[in-house]
C-alpha cells in the first residue's frame, strides 16, 4: 500500500507563491508517474501537472503552463508543485496522485488548500 501525504498549501495574495510537497511511503516507490490535481468549490476535479518518475518528462494544463513547476526527488520520494504568480482561480483543494503502471490514477492524497485572496 502507499501512502500520499501533501503539504505546503496556505492562503497566500495575489501574485504570490507556493510550493506544494508530496511524500509517498508504502511499498517500494518507483511509479510510472505522479500528478497533481485539483477541485475549486462546486467544480470538478482538474489535473494540473504530472511528472514521469524515472524520465522526468513534464506536462502541464494549459492554465498550469508557465507558471506552475512539477518535480520530484528520488531520494525523498517526493514530488512537488511550485506556483507561482498565483490568481484567486487557483484557489481550490490540491491533490496528488500516484499512476503506478500507466494505467490510472491509483493513489490518491488526501488534500491540501491552496487559498488565493486578492
Known amino acids: 500500500q502507499v501512502q500520499l501525504v501533501e503539504s505546503g498549501g496556505g492562503l497566500v495574495q495575489v501574485g504570490g507563491s507556493l510550493r506544494l510537497s508530496c511524500a509517498a511511503s508504502?511499498?517500494?516507490?518507483?511509479?510510472?508517474?505522479m500528478g497533481w490535481f485539483r477541485q475549486a468549490p462546486g467544480k470538478e476535479r482538474e489535473f494540473v501537472a504530472r511528472?514521469?518518475?524515472?524520465?522526468?518528462?513534464?506536462y502541464y494544463a494549459d492554465s498550469a503552463q508557465g507558471r506552475f513547476t512539477i518535480s520530484r526527488d528520488g531520494a525523498k520520494n517526493t514530488v512537488y508543485l511550485q506556483m507561482n504568480s498565483l490568481e484567486p482561480e487557483d484557489t481550490a483543494v490540491y491533490y496528488c496522485?500516484?499512476?503506478?503502471?500507466?494505467?490510472?490514477?491509483?493513489?490518491w492524497g488526501q488534500g491540501t488548500q491552496v487559498t488565493v485572496s486578492s
Open positions: 496522485a500516484q499512476n503506478s503502471r500507466n494505467s490510472g490514477y491509483d493513489y
Open positions: 511528472i514521469r518518475w524515472n524520465a522526468g518528462n513534464t
Open positions: 508504502g511499498r517500494t516507490f518507483s511509479p510510472y508517474a
